[in-house]
């Protein structure tokens, strides 16, 4: 099967800080996506990526980067964290020409 | 921009019994994917059933049947002899062809009542 690992479950972090969300998919997906869930607005898009190195705005951009180095590995970064963007975030992957995403099981993010 | 719209944030089913969601979308394009997805309280994204636009035929997954009206823009899902496995969150989401990203609705809460 295959697999999309999000690093960590749960994180609390404090209100300034620099955080990083990895993302590692094991079967060679050429495109990965970064997700955030609210209750009530359902998945929005931050960012995604078509390949190594290439990276494309989604619908809420504003306080995040990205980095995807390597194929298998996409991370989201917070470059300072606000209370605002606590949240579920989801990584997702897909290879290319194939309409089927695999999900990772998602990071609850509590920024205090 | 392609919009995805649920339009019931919580229903509810007695065991066994059949409910539909609803879902409708806006695109300009002829050629593009609908799917539906659950979420269970363990937050992994499931994928329930999915429909090319090009295929008349409405796509069927065991308890789990669609209604896609083309013209109309519109997918709903119907689950038949609901479980109380089936208590989530659904997702409607829908991409266009191409190397797009999908977009979603933002979800309809299902519970499922013994």
């Known amino acids: 099967d295959v697999k999309v690992t999000q690093s960590s479950r749960y994180l609390v972090k404090r209100t300034g800080e620099k955080v990083f969300l990895e993302c590692v998919q094991d079967?060679?997906?050429?495109?990965m996506f970064w997700y955030r869930q609210d209750p009530g607005l359902g998945l929005r898009l931050i960012y995604f990526?078509?390949?190594?190195?290439?990276?494309e705005k989604g619908d809420i951009p504003e306080g995040y980067s990205v980095s995807r180095e390597k194929k298998e590995r996409f991370s989201l970064i917070l470059e300072s964290a606000s209370t605002n963007q606590t949240s579920m975030y989801l990584c997702?992957?897909?290879?290319?020409?194939?309409?089927?995403?695999?999900f990772g099981s998602g990071t609850r993010l509590t920024v205090v | 921009a392609q919009t995805v719209t649920q339009s019931q944030p919580e229903m509810s089913v007695q065991e066994a019994e059949t409910v539909t969601l609803s879902c409708t979308y806006d695109?300009?394009?002829?050629?593009?994917?609908l799917f539906w997805y659950k979420q269970p309280p363990s937050r992994q994204m499931i994928l329930v059933i999915r429909?090319?636009?090009?295929?008349?035929q409405n796509a069927t997954e065991n308890r789990f049947s669609v209604n896609f009206q083309k013209a109309a823009k519109s997918f709903s899902l119907k689950i038949s002899d609901s479980q109380l496995g089936d208590t989530a969150m659904y997702f409607c989401?829908?991409?266009?062809?191409?190397?797009?990203?999908?977009?979603f609705g933002k979800g309809t809460r299902l519970s499922v009542i013994a």
């Open positions: 990526s078509y390949d190594v190195k290439m990276k």
């Open positions: 429909q090319e636009a090009y295929k008349q």
């Open positions: 079967m060679d997906h050429e495109n």
């Open positions: 997702a992957s897909r290879p290319r020409g194939h309409y089927g995403y695999t």
């Open positions: 695109t300009s394009e002829n050629n593009y994917y």
């Open positions: 989401a829908f991409r266009n062809s191409g190397n797009t990203p999908l977009v």
